[in-house]
Structures are given as structure tokens and as C-alpha cells.
């Protein structure tokens, strides 16, 4: 059974930086893709950031430049960095990993068949 834990969220004034992490385990090999997703409030969860096996990385356009997604193979955890929070950027934050089934791609929920709990993010102005 996969599990993925994350941790690193917390509450930040606007400009202000957060790293997320996303400890896997349970498997003994990664998932061909891993993901950053968030859900605020009363909306849809959607796609963040999201890693390939050979390293190519995908992002919202809402988050393009200030954050980034990395991973240590050897550790088997993701990261989200993120600096220069917004307000809007408030949100649950999942990890989630692909390990089989249709490519909807590299953002969409479907593609992902694990998902982690979740770690709050809240950014004040």
C-alpha cells in the first residue's frame, strides 16, 4: 500500500516562502509521475506542479516562477517550493502519484491513483 505524508504548510504573510514536502512509502519503486494539487475553499481542486521519472516538470500558469517542484529519488519525498505567496494561494495542498492507468496529463486528478492527506496553507496580506 502507498502512502504519502506531507508536510511543510503553515500560515505566511503575502511575499513571504513555504517548502512542502511529500514522503512516500510503502512501494519499492517511485511513481512515473508525482504531483502537487490544491483545493481552497468552495473550489475544485486543481493541479500545481507536477514531475516526471526522467525530470520534466509541468506547472499551473498561476504558480509559474515562483514555485518549484523537486524531488530526491534516494529519499522517496517531493518538494513544493514556494516563494512569493499570494493571498489566493491559501489552500489544502496534496501530493499524489501515478503509478498506472490513462495519461490524462501531467496536472489533471485522474492521471493520479494515491493521494496524500493534505497540508494547509494559508497566506495573509
Known amino acids: 500500500q502507498v502512502q504519502l505524508v506531507e508536510s511543510g504548510g503553515g500560515s505566511v504573510q503575502a511575499g513571504g516562502s513555504l517548502r512542502l514536502s511529500c514522503a512516500a512509502s510503502?512501494?519499492?519503486?517511485?511513481?512515473?509521475?508525482m504531483g502537487w494539487f490544491r483545493q481552497a475553499p468552495a473550489k475544485e481542486r486543481e493541479g500545481v506542479a507536477a514531475?516526471?521519472?526522467?525530470?520534466?516538470?509541468t506547472y499551473a500558469d498561476s504558480v509559474k516562477g515562483r514555485f518549484t517542484i523537486s524531488q530526491d529519488n534516494a529519499q522517496n519525498t517531493l518538494y513544493l517550493q514556494m516563494n512569493s505567496l499570494k493571498p489566493e494561494d491559501t489552500a489544502m495542498y496534496y501530493c499524489?502519484?501515478?503509478?498506472?492507468?490513462?495519461?490524462?496529463?501531467?496536472?489533471?486528478?485522474?492521471?493520479?491513483?494515491?493521494w496524500g492527506q493534505g497540508t494547509q496553507v494559508t497566506v495573509s496580506s
Open positions: 499524489a502519484a501515478r503509478f498506472r492507468g490513462n495519461w490524462y496529463g501531467p496536472l489533471a486528478l485522474r492521471t493520479y491513483n494515491y
Open positions: 510503502g512501494y519499492g519503486y517511485r511513481g512515473n509521475s
Open positions: 514531475i516526471t521519472s526522467d525530470g520534466t516538470t
